[in-house]
């Protein structure tokens, strides 16, 4: 099965879903787009989903599936193995929880759409965005050091021994924060395990900096 992912390598939603095939051990396609030059806004990327964001993941029928905490849930349904998430559905809450908190509450909030609509239109300079991504970042974090410092479930990853999907959306955004200059190295646990987490072949090989298009811009 070919499976084509309409992607940028800077883009944190889509690192999730590069980690996610990566795990999974599956080969896709890489389809770049380029936001600041509007590429997710032709018509030909708005029949593909209309929302013009990344990703979008093309299934071999021609399907498309965009969000890419679905396109996850995909992937577990159609690829179980090795999971995202552990068996009992309890701790599938816990994790999808813990996913949560980031893919909800920080990344909506700190896109590139949602900053450049604080810049244009209610007048923020550089040091005016870097404080909302700030303040949406420790929001977040905050609770999630929190959580992964005091529930027993955390192990060497964000539930257990064995990476999965919160550990994916963890990665992607302390990589934004780093990006944007946000220090979360004051979060041990979250910086423990993304410290363990970029040790692993399926973290490296979704990064920004080992995307075909990284090179293209700088
Ligand atoms: N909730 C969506 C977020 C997708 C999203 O915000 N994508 C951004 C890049 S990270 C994008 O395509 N931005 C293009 C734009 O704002 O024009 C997901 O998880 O897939």
């Not at 998430?85 to 990344?107: D, W």
């Not at 410092?149 to 919160?166: I, L, N, R, Y």
């Not at 979250?190 to 090179?215: M, W, Y």
């Amino acid at each position: 099965m070919t499976l084509k992912l309409h992607n940028f390598f800077r883009s944190s939603s889509s690192t999730r879903v590069r980690a996610a095939l990566n795990l999974k051990g599956l080969d896709y396609d890489y389809q770049a787009y380029i936001l600041r030059k509007g590429e997710t806004r032709t018509p030909e990327f708005l029949k593909r989903s209309p929302a013009g964001l990344v990703p979008v993941l093309e299934l071999e029928s021609g399907a498309h599936i965009s969000q890419s905490m679905a396109i996850l849930e995909w992937l577990e349904e159609e690829h179980p193995e090795p999971a995202l998430l552990p068996s009992t559905s309890l701790e599938k809450a816990r994790v999808r929880s813990l996913s949560y908190m980031i893919a909800c509450e920080v990344h909506p909030l700190n896109n590139l759409r949602v900053l450049q609509k604080i810049e244009k239109d209610y007048g923020l300079d550089q040091d005016g965005v870097r404080a909302w991504f700030d303040h949406w970042v420790h929001t977040s974090f905050a609770p999630l050091e929190e959580r992964l410092s005091h529930e027993a479930e955390t192990g060497k990853f964000c539930h257990g021994d064995t990476p999965g999907m919160a550990d994916i959306c963890l990665y992607a955004q302390v990589l934004n924060n780093r990006r944007f200059e946000i220090d979360t190295s004051c979060y041990p646990t979250v910086s423990r395990i993304f410290d363990t987490l970029t040790g692993l072949d399926a973290f490296l090989k979704a990064a920004p900096s080992e995307q075909p298009d990284a090179v293209l811009n700088p």
